[in-house]
C-alpha cells in the first residue's frame, strides 16, 4: 500500500476546503440578506401576514433551505441556520413550503400573537352550526386554492345528501372563486338545483384582485365534471383563462354583479337576497373571500359613476385628473400605474400621517414619483365630498377642493364577520393557531 505523504494529504483537501470555503461564505451571505430583509420589514411594520402562513418549529427545522427554494413568494428565508418567514406581507398562504420541507417543521397556521384572525367554526362536511349554512374556502381560513376548491367540492357532496324540502332551490352558492367554481361544478355533477352568484363582474374571487402575473397557484387541484388539473405553477391570468374556459365548456351559470345583500331563514331553508333577486333554497354556502364587500367613504356624492374600488386598466385614465385613496400597497401601485399615464394628474390620498404598511420597493417607487412630480401625496387627509368635476378634502383642518375626473377608492374590504354574527354562525378568534 502507498505511503499517504503530507503532501498528498494537502493536494486532495486543498480543492475540498476551498469548496467548503465558498459555501460557507455564500450561506452567510444569504443568511444576512435574509436578516436584512426581515429588519426592514419590521421597519415597515409589515410583520404581520394577511391569513394563512407558515409558523417554524426551530427544534425541527434543520435550515435545509427547501422551503425558501418552495416559496413563489420569497417569503421566507434562513436566519442563524433555521426557516424564518422574513417578508411576512408577502405571503398569501401557498402553503408549498408546508409540502417542501423535509422534516414536517412547518405547520400553516391563522393569525398571530398580536393580531387574531376571525375563522367560522365548521365541521367535517363544512357545515356551521346554522343547520343548512355551509362555508368554503378563504372565508372559512383556506386560502390555498386546491385545498379551498376541495372545502368547495365536499359541501356540495354533503348537500346533495340531505333530505329535500320544498324549498324551489337546493343551494345557493355565494361568490365565484376558487371554493364556489368547485362547488358549482360539483352541483352540476350532482344533479342539484343551484344559482351562483358572484358580486364582481367576473371570475375568481380574491384572485381576481392578484398583481399582474402574480403566481396563483402552485399544486395540482380534482376539479369535479373536468378532473384533475395538472398546474404546478400558474399565473393569475392564465389561471382566471382557465376558469373561464371551464365555465363555457361546462355550461356553469354564474350571476355576475348579483352582491348577496342578507340572508334570512325561511319555509325549508333560506331566503337569500341579492341586489339583482330573492333566492329561495334550502342551503346556503359562503364561498366568499375574506375582503368582502370593498370599504367605501360613506361621503356625498359616492355613488357618480366615477367613482370605482378597483383599478381594471391604467390607460383609460389617460389625461384624467385622478384621486387614488388608501394607504396600503394596493393603493400606491394604482397610483403609481395611473401617474405613468401620458398627462394624467395624480393626487394620492390617506388618512394616516406615514405609509407604514406598504413594501419597500413601493415606498421607494412613490418617493421617486413624488420627487419627479408625476404623484402628489396628501397624508392625513380625508375626503368629505365628491362632485361631478371636483373633490373636497380635509386636510389638518384645512379645506381643500380638487379639480377631479376620476376617484378610485382602496380602502380595504369590509370582512363579513357581522354577516356570520346575524345568521348565528359562531366565530373564534385564532392567534397563530392552525
Known amino acids: 500500500m502507498p505511503e499517504i505523504t503530507p503532501f498528498a494529504v494537502t493536494l486532495y483537501a486543498l480543492p475540498l476546503l476551498a469548496i467548503l470555503a465558498v459555501y460557507v461564505l455564500r450561506h452567510r451571505r444569504h443568511q444576512a440578506a435574509d436578516a436584512r430583509a426581515l429588519d426592514e420589514a419590521v421597519k415597515s411594520g409589515l410583520t404581520e401576514p394577511a391569513s ?4 417554524v418549529d426551530p427544534l425541527r427545522c434543520i ?4 422551503c425558501v427554494k418552495a416559496c413563489p413568494e420569497r417569503a421566507l428565508g434562513i436566519i442563524e441556520g433555521k426557516a424564518t418567514l422574513t417578508n411576512p406581507a408577502a405571503c398569501i398562504g401557498h402553503g ?16 398571530t400573537e398580536r393580531r387574531g384572525i376571525d375563522i367560522p367554526r365548521v365541521s367535517p362536511t363544512f357545515e356551521t352550526n346554522v343547520p343548512g349554512i355551509f362555508i368554503a374556502g378563504e372565508l372559512g381560513g383556506m386560502g ?29 352558492i355565494i361568490g365565484a372563486g376558487p371554493a364556489g367554481i368547485a362547488a358549482g361544478l360539483s352541483a352540476l355533477e350532482n344533479k342539484l338545483r343551484y ?13 381576481f384582485h392578484y398583481p399582474r402575473q402574480k403566481v396563483a397557484m402552485t399544486s395540482p387541484v380534482d376539479l369535479p365534471v373536468v378532473g384533475r388539473v395538472r398546474f404546478t405553477e400558474v399565473s393569475k391570468e392564465d389561471l382566471l383563462a382557465f376558469w373561464q374556459d371551464i365555465v363555457a365548456r361546462s355550461g356553469l351559470k354564474v350571476s355576475f354583479n348579483d352582491r348577496m345583500e342578507r340572508i334570512e331563514a325561511a319555509d325549508g331553508g333560506y331566503r337569500v337576497i341579492t341586489t339583482k333577486a330573492t333566492y329561495h333554497a334550502r342551503t346556503v354556502l359562503l364561498a ?3 375582503r368582502g364587500t370593498p370599504r367605501k367613504l360613506n361621503v356625498p356624492g359616492e355613488q357618480l359613476p366615477k367613482v370605482v374600488y378597483r383599478l381594471v386598466d391604467p390607460e383609460q385614465y389617460r389625461g384624467q385628473r385622478v384621486l387614488i385613496v388608501g394607504g396600503g400597497d394596493t393603493a400606491v401601485e394604482a397610483a403609481l400605474a395611473c401617474a405613468e399615464q401620458p398627462h ?10 406615514a405609509f407604514n404598511r406598504i413594501k419597500p420597493r413601493n415606498r421607494e417607487r412613490l418617493e421617486h414619483a413624488q420627487r419627479q412630480h408625476s404623484v402628489d401625496v396628501l ?21 381643500l377642493t380638487l379639480p377631479n375626473d376620476a376617484v378610485i377608492v382602496q380602502a380595504g374590504g369590509v370582512v363579513p364577520t357581522a354577516l356570520l354574527k346575524d345568521i348565528g354562525v359562531s366565530v373564534e378568534t385564532k392567534y397563530g393557531t392552525a
Open 52 to 55: 394563512l402562513h407558515p409558523s
Open 63 to 66: 435550515g435545509s433551505a427547501s
Open 96 to 111: 408549498a413550503c408546508e409540502a417542501a420541507c423535509p422534516v414536517d417543521a412547518i405547520t400553516l397556521v391563522f393569525g
Open 144 to 172: 390555498l386554492i386546491r385545498k379551498a376548491s376541495e372545502q368547495g367540492r365536499q359541501a356540495i357532496a354533503a348537500i346533495a345528501r340531505a333530505p329535500k324540502t320544498p324549498a324551489p332551490l337546493d343551494v345557493v
Open 195 to 207: 344559482v351562483l352568484v358572484e358580486q364582481e363582474a367576473d371570475l375568481g374571487g380574491s384572485v
Open 288 to 290: 366568499v373571500g375574506r
Open 344 to 353: 394624467a394628474t395624480v393626487t394620492l390620498s390617506y388618512r394616516g400621517d
Open 379 to 399: 397624508l392625513q387627509s380625508e375626503v368629505r365630498q365628491i362632485t361631478s368635476d371636483r373633490v373636497e378634502l380635509v386636510q389638518a383642518d384645512q379645506a
